[in-house]
């Protein structure tokens, strides 16, 4: 009973220190341009992830484009700016599940992935 207790009070303490904060970026001032960079040739089983600006420290800084390994069943979503209510808000890029056709269902669910118009 007393190592359940101390385990119990172990995961209650350390437990939730692993998981990360998702916190979303809110800036009252829009980002730069995107900078132009140029696009190094393609390479086999990787994605190119463009360059973005990043908040860092109380001002933007451009973070380079880089090549990413392919994920198998996802598509890579850059990272992206958008304004709402008058404030400018970081929608963080990453991996997503593939879905060819933008309707919702997963491609390795759905019987018609790339038609986007079905009943």
Known sequence: MKKLLLATLFVGT??????????DVVIRTAPP???DEAVPAARHGHVWAPGHWEWRHGRYVWVRGMWLRERRGYAYHAPNW???DGHWVMERGGWRRGDRDGD????????????????
Do not use: I, M, Q, T
């Open 104 to 119: 919702g269902v997963p491609n390795r669910l759905d019987e018609h992935p790339n038609n986007p118009n079905r009943n």
């Open 82 to 84: 958008v304004e709402r």
């Open 14 to 23: 350390f437990g939730s220190a692993a998981l990360p904060a998702a916190a």
């Open 33 to 35: 341009p995107p900078r």
